[in-house]
Structure formats: structure tokens, C-alpha cells
């Protein structure tokens, strides 16, 4: 390991990305509980035997589609989300809720209820950690081509805050463009369009 020649801090020689680590947990105090979320408070021991409690909420994973049609527009709902008190933009995404279901299948069942759309051809994209500093939360993301709606008589009822959904198709080079000028601000949206945008300048 070389440490860097001016600041803080070890050069980078080779790839480096996250690795796997567990500090030993004291106690677990269970505080919420419920089919889709639980919330603990954990007393980890870090290396030198200090104690800190911790929140950790443990939603169950999630999932999260971009969905791109013949023309290069990306698909996103527009949604009310309550913690914020705003509308958001979007991917179509959904929880891992129905059990034994695997991730791109639920996909494609969220962006078939969200949006009435069903894709041919299936990539993954990212893998999220979202609130890493008190969440468990993981987002498998994909990119949905060969698009298609859902026949009526096939389309999901949506209830709640979905009953109240948009669907908007704009243009690849805007939703960039409005991640940058901070008109997107969902992290799994803004992390998807701007993976796909490296992935093509690549």
C-alpha cells in the first residue's frame, strides 16, 4: 500500500470496491415490526471492544426498472410520496413481497402494475445500497426493452398513492438533464439514468 504523496489517505493500485464485514452485535432490541419493514436497535462492538448502539431499519429488498422504449424515452412515474410531501419522479420500482419471487421477475410484475407495460428483454444494471448508514435496503436495478402494454383486461387496479400515479415518456437526454439540474432527485432514479448515460459513453 503507497499512501498518497500530499494528502490523506492510500493509493489506489488496482480495482477496489465493498467488501463483506461483520462487528460482533451485543444485543438486538426489536422496536417495529411488520410484513415490510422492521426497525432494531443493535449494540455493535467495534475493533478496539467499544460499544454503540445503532438504528437499523430492515425493509424487505427492493427492485427498480428502466424501461426504454424504440425511441430512447425513458419511462417514469410520477408519484406521491408522503416522507417528503412532494410528487416524484420515478423509475417504476417495487418490494420484494411475494415470497419465493426472483428480482427480475418481480421487475417486470412492477412495471407491468405501475405502468401497463411488459419488456421482451431483460439487463441488470445496479446493485443499491440505499441508506447504508442506517438501512439494509438493496435495489436490484434493470433495464426493460422491447416494450409492450399490458392488455386491458390484464391491467392491475392501483390503489393508494398509486391510484394517483402519472406516466411520463421523455426523451433519454432530458431525464438526464434533469437529473443535473436537480429535477429528479429519487437516488435510485438519478444512479440508473446516470449509470445508463456512462454505460453509452463508455
Do not use: C
Not at 440505499?130 to 422491447?146: F, H
Request: proline fraction near 7%; hydrophobic fraction near 45%.
Amino acid at each position: 500500500m503507497t499512501e498518497h504523496p500530499g494528502l490523506p489517505g492510500l493509493l489506489a493500485a488496482t480495482a477496489i470496491g465493498d467488501a463483506d464485514e461483520s462487528w460482533p452485535v451485543a444485543s438486538s432490541v426489536p422496536q417495529f415490526e411488520s410484513p415490510y419493514v422492521s426497525l432494531t436497535v443493535d449494540t455493535i462492538v467495534d475493533p478496539s471492544g467499544d460499544e454503540h448502539a445503532r438504528a437499523v431499519v430492515r425493509p424487505n429488498g427492493a427492485v427498480a426498472v428502466v424501461a426504454i422504449d424504440g425511441a430512447d424515452r425513458l419511462l417514469l412515474v410520477e408519484q406521491y410520496r408522503h416522507p417528503t410531501g412532494r410528487r416524484l419522479l420515478e423509475l417504476p420500482a417495487g418490494t420484494l413481497d411475494v415470497e419465493g419471487e426472483a428480482p427480475q421477475d418481480a421487475a417486470a410484475r412492477e412495471l407491468a402494475e405501475e405502468a401497463d407495460v411488459v419488456a421482451a428483454t431483460w439487463a441488470p444494471l445496479l446493485h443499491l445500497q440505499m441508506t447504508p448508514g442506517y438501512s439494509t435496503e438493496r435495489i436490484q436495478v434493470y433495464v426493460a426493452s422491447d416494450l409492450t402494454p399490458v392488455a386491458d383486461a390484464d391491467r392491475t387496479e392501483r390503489e393508494a398513492e398509486e391510484a394517483h400515479m402519472a406516466q411520463w415518456w421523455l426523451p433519454f437526454d432530458d431525464a438526464v438533464a434533469g437529473v443535473l439540474e436537480g429535477r429528479i432527485t429519487d437516488a435510485k432514479t438519478v444512479a440508473a439514468i446516470l449509470a445508463v448515460r456512462a454505460q453509452r459513453d463508455r
